[in-house]
């Protein structure tokens, strides 16, 4: 069957990794392979021990913003939110911290990893946005080049040493204490009330659609087991192979940018196929 013939019969929630916004000039860890790029991310643990690991962090951030606010929807996320308002999908559960599928119009989306939008205080909780923080990071570094750093996938960027050590960084208005943005860090717990909305979407669901995500971290990976066990369908589009491919139904092997337009076509009513790039010589959607 195509991906829109199970659509058509079934409510469905969508799964949406990093790869969901490349298309947007935000890079992904993980090629088509799967495996780590060369720069390894910051690990919660690394963040919390050390004053130099946050500056580091903040001064890559600072520059690594930017990117990530200008950002723009792509035509993946577009047919991701016709889909919702086709009233074909009944909810988006996204590993993504851009919050590109609310700028496209999805208005059901649980953040899984939080949101680089926001920031938190660790000592007394208060939040601030990240561009109310940009404006005093600005204030306490003049001078300093906002544009030019490469970025990585969370909004993080490359900067030589010297640069980071003379990078400013202030503290909660409240209380002084230590910023960090409001997004799951490679080695914390995503939330357990989070991930439980999260199955309960899933629960209701009777196909779970992945979309751009490898599912190598089990954050993600959870719900593939978790659509197993409920006996919910699985499909999966992505560009290489991922975690879950032994246990889904559907798996198409293309850009989402090519795929998911056509499946909003499809279904709503209009031509639009498109052939499994896997080798299996099929059409898919």
Sequence with gaps: MTLAGWMRDRTTVVLSGAGMSTESGIPDYRGPQGSLRVRRPITYREFVQSAENRRRYWAR??????RVRGARPNAGHLAVARLESLGRIAGVITQNVDRLHQAAGNRRVIELHGALADVRCLDCGRTEPRDLLQERLR?????????????????????????????????????????????????????????????????????????????????????????????????????????????????????????????????????????????AGRDVV
């Design 61 to 66: 951030s600072a520059g690594g913003w930017e």
């Design 139 to 279: 204030a306490s570094n003049p001078g300093w080049s906002f544009e030019d750093a490469e970025v990585a996938p969370d909004g993080d960027a490359e900067l030589p040493a010297e640069a980071v050590a003379a990078f400013n960084v202030p503290g909660c208005l409240a209380c002084g204490g230590t910023l960090k943005p409001d997004v799951v860090f490679f080695g914390e717990n995503v939330p357990a009330a989070r991930v439980d909305a999260a199955m309960q979407m899933l629960g209701k669901a009777g196909l779970l659609l992945v979309t751009g995500s490898s599912l190598a971290v089990y954050s993600g990976y959870r719900f593939a087991q978790g659509a197993a066990a409920r006996a919910i369908p699985l499909a999966i589009v992505n560009l290489g192979p991922t975690r879950a491919d032994s246990i889904a139904q559907l798996r198409i092997d293309a850009r989402l940018g090519e795929v998911l337009p056509r499946l909003a076509d499809a279904i709503a009513g209009k031509a639009g196929l498109v052939r499994d790039s896997g080798g």
